[in-house]
């Protein structure tokens, strides 16, 4: 069974081999083989989902990459990850608006405190919620500091 997400980006990677995008294709084969050593490491064919959180830990990766390299000063260097970065995205589920995402931590803080789980048990059960509920579609570490904001 193909997947659809797998299919769009082999279908990218044609579309940047013709256009000789270099760049843009370098990200893709980089998407590619890391979607090939999950498919390997586990023995299976991987799904959308599976797809979309490797892509998300690509998208984390080159976020702490800028932030390094733009510590040390390497401007030229981050905006090449923030380049990757934009083609990553092109991949995930469309962001979700900050409303919604204070809609989601509203509705799994009240799940969560309706089983009577308080204190630091209760950032585990939200973000387990939150991870499933805004997958690809949000920063989970924004998304965190936001939850751990609202509990204390």
């Not at 279908?11 to 084969?29: E, F, H, I, N, P």
């Not at 498919?39 to 064919?45: A, L, M, W």
């Not at 959180?53 to 080159?62: D, P, S, T, Y």
């Amino acid at each position: 069974m193909g997947s659809t997400l797998k299919t769009r980006l082999s279908d990218a990677v044609k579309d940047a081999m013709r256009a000789r995008d270099s760049a843009r294709l370098g990200t893709l084969r980089l998407i590619q083989a890391a979607i090939k050593q999950k498919e390997v490491d586990d023995r299976q064919e991987l799904s959308d989902a599976d797809i979309t959180a490797i892509l998300e830990k690509q998208v984390k990766q080159r976020r702490e990459s800028i932030a390094a390299y733009e510590q040390a000063g390497r401007t030229e260097t981050a905006e090449q990850e923030k380049a990757e970065i934009a083609v990553l995205q092109e991949f995930l589920p469309k962001a979700a608006e900050p409303a919604e995402v204070d809609a989601a931590i509203t509705a799994a803080l009240e799940e969560v405190h309706a089983q009577g789980v308080t204190g630091p048990a209760a950032m585990g059960k939200v973000m387990g919620l939150l991870k499933t509920r805004l997958a690809g579609r949000a920063d989970m570490a924004a998304v965190s500091a936001q939850v751990k904001a609202r509990l204390l």
